[in-house]
C-alpha cells in the first residue's frame, strides 16, 4: 500500500505510522525526521534545513522533493511506503505525483488525521522524544512509566526546540497557509479519507486500521 499521513502538526501522524508501519510492513518516511537526522550528524541537508526548521516554517520544496525521491527510489519502497509529512505544498503534491508516475506506481489512500486547533496546541507543547530511538510520548496524554526516561529503549526524553510554545502557532499557520489546500487537491482525486484524531490513541489506530481494511476491499 502506497499510503500518505495528512494533518496538522501534532495531529498524531508520527505516533499513528510508529503503529501501523508494522503491520502493514512498509517502510515509514518523514521528511520531518529526515531533516532532525541530518541537523544532528550536520550534513550540508542539515545545514541547509536548520535555519527554516528552527524558525518553524517549510524547508523549500526543491530541497524537500529531493530527499523523498531518493528515499522512494530505495528498494525497500517497492512493497509500498507511508509518507508522514510530505507533501505540505501543491508544488511537492504535484512533484511526488510526477516521481510516481515515472515509477509507474500511484497514491492508494490520502488518511487525514482531523484534530482541532486547542488540542493541537497541547500535543505539541507536552510532546517529548527519545534521543536514542526517536519514538514518541506526551508528558499527560502519553507518559512514560519512568519520568524522562524512553519505555522502550530507556533512552533520556527531549523536546524538539520547534514545539515550544512561541515556534508552534508559526507552524499551525503554514500549515493552515500551504498544507491545507492538499486536502482539496487529493480529495480531488477521491484519495482522502477522514479519521478523527481526537480519540484516545489506541482508538485512532483502530479507526485506521478499519478505513485501510475497507479501502483494501
Ligand atoms: P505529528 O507527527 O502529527 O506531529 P505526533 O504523533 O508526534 O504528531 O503527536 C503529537 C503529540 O501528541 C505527541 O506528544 C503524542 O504523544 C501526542 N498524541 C498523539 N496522538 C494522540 C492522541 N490520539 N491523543 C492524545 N495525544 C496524542
Ligand atoms: P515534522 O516533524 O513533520 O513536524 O516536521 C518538522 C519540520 O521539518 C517542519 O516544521 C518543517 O520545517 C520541516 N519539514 C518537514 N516536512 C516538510 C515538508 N514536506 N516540506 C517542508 N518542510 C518540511
Known amino acids: 500500500m502506497n499510503l500518505i499521513f495528512m494533518g496538522p502538526p501534532g495531529a498524531g501522524k508520527g505516533t ?16 520531518g525526521d529526515a531533516f532532525r537526522a541530518a541537523m544532528k550528524e550536520g ?7 536548520k535555519s527554516f526548521v528552527d524558525q518553524g516554517l517549510l ?10 525521491k531518493e528515499r522512494l527510489e530505495q528498494p525497500d519502497c517497492t512493497k509500498g511506503f507511508l509518507l508522514d509529512g510530505f507533501p505540505r505544498t501543491v508544488v511537492q503534491a504535484d512533484a511526488l505525483g510526477s516521481i510516481l508516475n515515472e515509477m509507474n506506481r500511484s497514491i492508494d489512500v490520502v488518511l487525514d488525521l482531523a484534530v482541532d ?26 507518559p512514560t512509566k519512568v519520568e524522562g526516561k524512553c519505555d522502550k529503549c530507556s533512552g533520556d526524553l527531549y523536546q ?13 499557520d503554514e500549515y493552515i497557509s500551504k498544507t491545507a489546500p492538499l486536502l482539496a487537491y487529493y480529495s480531488e482525486r477521491e484519495l482522502v479519507k477522514s479519521v478523527n484524531g481526537e480519540q484516545a490513541i ?3 489506530t483502530e479507526e485506521i486500521m478499519n478505513t485501510l481494511r475497507g479501502t483494501n476491499q
Open 43 to 49: 550534513t550540508a541537508l542539515g545545514i541547509q534545513a
Open 202 to 204: 489506541d482508538a485512532v
Open 160 to 172: 524538539r526546540a520547534d514545539d515550544h510554545e512561541e515556534k508552534v502557532g508559526t507552524r499551525l
Open 117 to 142: 486547533r486547542d488540542r493541537l496546541l497541547a500535543r505539541l507543547t507536552g510532546r517529548r522524544i527519545c534521543k536514542s530511538c526517536g519514538a514518541t510520548f506526551h508528558l499527560i496524554f502519553n
Open 59 to 68: 524547508v523549500p520544496d526543491e530541497i524537500t522533493v529531493g530527499i523523498v
Open 16 to 31: 499513528q505510522a510508529e503503529r501501523i508501519v508494522e503491520t502493514l510492513n512498509v517502510p515509514h518516511i518523514s521528511t
